[in-house]
């Protein structure tokens, strides 16, 4: 024999449980528009029938269910979608800090222009080519020195920008590890707060969306793997548990850095004296707590993927890198340039004299060229193969001879620049394809939709006045049991 008041339990749990069901649905329209923001769903779970098992149980026909409860509220999240997007948005962190480098690279190099390195070159060698033909013209021979010095002054300007760019992407790498080791500590932090909370057999799912917002963000910096691990003891079976994170270098090589509510200091090392001799023995590396990732050669190593490692590959280490590196070709057609120019200018002769050996440049690289003060005498200026041979323009053709093979060797630097910088481009576009794709089966996933959330509003809004309507009828059968029997013969 059951209780007359069963019933009325039964529609309570029913009410109880559809309306934790119209908060849930209340809260994910409240956050349809909030940034990180996972949808959440009542894990409906059937009560015990009655009566258990035991001996002195009622002999019913059999169990008859108590109603329904509300388990966990659990946030609907796919981890392997999580995973995707993460890699793509480090492959997008790298392709997006490498095309911006060498975009800034094309910009400083401009060319083709009118007011870049080739330009100069050519007014140069136009000023030559018309010393060659009027080499007894003071005006001339000003113009060649002048343009002279223009193709000094732009060598110059592009020692100090691309010197200048190359100090802002340092800072920018700089910062960027600053940034890491902040999602780090955000991240440990917030590993303890969701401890304590599951360990209460609650899902802090606010803490959980957090979280996942922080690890997006550090996945476009570095290469990074996450593993779950349990809480504790009284967690719930649905609980996202701690987050372990691991940065992965290009080999597969495995970092910690967040261990539960601990994580290791990232930082930039220098090229360090071992033994003290002066001599800088351990090259520059990226270290990870106390483990290291050498930095000699930041293009072929295995640094972690990511935008750190775009950087660093930009800024570059001990002369390698994007911008060491044209810095380094800029020096050395500088410097062959001038000494080409100078073999040929120093055996020339200057005007009316017999005077001779006269160097036209001074400077061994792009940061110190500059036309010699010897030719503040325009007279200096050897556009003759002869001695006291005014007329005689000859070396001037020579000296004009030599710009084919260094605009030769310069277009080869440019043609590389612009090659370079358009497959980082073109990387990049992919890369943000990929991730907008990825973010796309995520967020049909992970988001709110608004249809979803107002169709599962008006199923659990008749649910509840069903179970509202069944404790009315039950109301109406107790009534009639207490006020209704009994009343025979009165």
Do not use: C
Request: no cysteine.
């Amino acid at each position: 024999m059951i209780s007359s008041f069963y019933g009325l339990e039964v529609a309570k749990r029913a009410m109880a449980a559809q309306q934790a069901g119209l908060y849930t649905t209340s809260n994910n329209i409240a956050n349809a528009n909030t940034q990180g923001y996972t949808r959440q769903r009542v894990n409906l779970t059937q009560s015990l029938s009655y009566p258990g098992v035991g001996r002195n149980q009622p002999n019913l026909p059999g169990q008859l269910g108590s109603g329904v409860q509300a388990g966990s509220i659990q946030r609907v999240r796919e981890e392997f979608l999580d995973v995707q997007y993460r890699s793509q948005n480090n492959t997008l962190g790298y392709w997006t800090s490498k095309s911006d480098a060498l975009a800034q690279m094309e910009t400083i190099m401009n060319e083709p222009s009118d007011s870049g390195l080739s330009a100069a070159m050519d007014q140069f060698w136009k000023s030559l080519q018309d010393l060659s033909a009027n080499p007894e013209d003071e005006g001339v021979r000003a113009v060649v020195r002048e343009r002279g010095e223009a193709v000094a002054e732009t060598f110059r300007y592009l020692h100090d920008a691309l010197s200048s760019a190359q100090t802002s992407l340092e800072d920018q790498r700089d910062a960027v590890v600053k940034d890491i080791n902040s999602l780090g500590e955000q991240i440990a932090e917030l590993n303890k707060q969701i401890a304590e909370i599951e360990r209460q057999g609650q899902l802090p799912n606010a803490l959980y969306d957090e979280r996942d917002q922080l690890i997006d963000q550090l996945s476009q910096f570095v290469d990074i793997k996450v593993e779950a691990v349990s809480s504790g003891r009284t967690d719930l079976p649905t609980a996202a548990g701690i987050y372990n994170i691991s940065i992965v270098d290009s080999e597969g090589n495995e970092y910690s850095f967040v261990n539960g509510k601990d994580h290791a200091e990232v930082s930039l090392q220098p090229r360090r004296d071992e033994d003290g001799d002066g001599i800088g023995e351990i090259p520059p590396a990226l270290k990870i707590g106390s483990q290291e990732i050498s930095l000699e050669n930041p293009a072929n190593g295995n640094l972690p993927s990511g935008k750190l490692r775009g950087l660093i590959e930009a800024a570059g280490s001990e002369g390698k890198g994007l911008y060491p590196e044209m810095i380094s070709s800029l020096n050395e057609l500088a410097r062959s340039f001038a000494a080409s120019f100078n073999d040929v200018h120093t055996a020339g002769y200057a005007l009316d004299s017999d005077t001779t050996g006269i160097s036209f440049f001074e400077g061994t690289d792009a940061a110190s060229i500059k036309v010699s003060g010897m030719m503040d005498d325009l007279a200096n200026i050897a556009a003759s193969t002869k001695p006291n041979e005014s007329g005689n323009g000859d070396n001037a053709k020579q000296l004009a001879s030599i710009f084919q093979t260094v605009k030769s060797n310069y277009q080869g630097i440019i043609g590389k620049l612009g090659t370079d910088g358009q497959q980082a481009e073109r990387f990049k576009n992919n890369a943000d394809m990929l991730l907008q794709s990825a973010d796309g089966r995520r967020q049909s996933v992970n988001s709110v939709s608004l249809d979803e959330e107002m169709t599962n509003m008006i199923q659990f809004q008749h649910a509840y006045n069903a179970a509202a309507r069944m404790i009315t009828v039950t109301d109406e059968m107790l009534d009639k049991i207490i006020n209704g029997m009994g009343m025979v013969g009165r």
